[in-house]
């Protein structure tokens, strides 16, 4: 969301006239929700800041298919709610770059949580970490 935002500025502050020109005009920057705004509302400009993160995130999903070999890649996040405009996109370009054995392999989708998959990831994480301590208490200085 950042880079789209980013980008969207950037696109305003060329196009003054453009949906995004407007909205970096009153706000003095266009943020990726403003982007996903425009690219609904039919703007050339933003639905082609869309189609260029698709290509990029798709490039970056296929780099961490080639090292890693996941199984399942998901996408979560803010900019999960505008996957109607990138994902296709994004797994088009990814399995074009990604080893043929292994995108044949990899499910490219959707977070369950959404936006929210973050936040749900840290919460898990950090429950699986407090498990842990109490099930292996660290000892103390004193010898306990």
Known sequence: GTALGIEATEIGKSKPDSALGRVVAEQGRATGHDAEDAARAGDP????????????????????????????????????????????????????????????????????????????????LAAQELSRDTAHPTPTAAGE
């Open 45 to 124: 400009d933003a639905a082609l800041l869309f189609q260029r993160f698709g290509r990029r995130l798709g490039t970056g999903i296929a780099s961490f298919v080639n090292v890693f070999e996941p199984e399942h890649f998901v996408i979560g996040g803010g900019a999960s709610r505008a996957a109607d405009l990138f994902l296709d996109i994004a797994v088009t370009e990814a399995r074009s770059r990604a080893l043929p054995a292994l995108a044949e392999r990899v499910t490219i989708g959707l977070a369950r949580a959404g936006a929210d998959a973050g936040v749900v990831g840290a919460g898990l």
